[in-house]
């Protein structure tokens, strides 16, 4: 069975950093795209980032381009996102997730992923 486990959150302020990690089992991790999502308290899960396969193709939200970036590790099944600048509206908890690309949405929807994490909770104060 899949299972993906994330990690690297906490309670950090305004303007510092986190590397968060993404720990994936039981699937063939270099044939799936993965992306990140966020939920904020009362809101929907939002995209964050998206890496295909190879890591050659990436997309990120306008709300973090430029201040976050997505990457990969195939050879250690693991999955990053360093999280720079961090901001208040960042608090949220981070999941990752596998892209199945159903084509029945675009990539930064909750649809086309198929395993999801448990997520880490991530809070930045001001």
């Known amino acids: 069975q899949p299972q993906l486990v994330e990690s690297g959150g906490g309670l950090v302020q305004a303007g510092a950093s986190l590397r968060l990690s993404c720990a994936a089992s039981?699937?063939?991790?270099?044939?799936?795209?993965m992306g990140w999502f966020r939920q904020a308290p009362g809101k929907e899960r939002e995209f964050v980032s998206r890496?295909?396969?190879?890591?050659?193709?990436?997309h990120y939200s306008d709300a973090v381009k430029g201040r976050f970036t997505i990457s990969r590790d195939n050879a250690k099944n693991t999955l990053y996102l360093q999280m720079n600048s961090l901001k208040p509206e960042d608090t949220a908890v981070y999941y990752c997730?596998?892209?199945?690309?159903?084509?029945?949405?675009?990539?930064?929807?909750?649809?086309?992923?198929?395993?999801w994490g448990q997520g880490t909770q991530v809070t930045v104060s001001s």
């Open positions: 890496i295909s396969s190879s890591g050659i193709q990436i």
């Open positions: 039981g699937l063939t991790f270099d044939m799936y795209a």
């Open positions: 997730a596998t892209y199945i690309g159903s084509g029945a949405g675009g990539y930064y929807t909750t649809s086309e992923y198929e395993y």
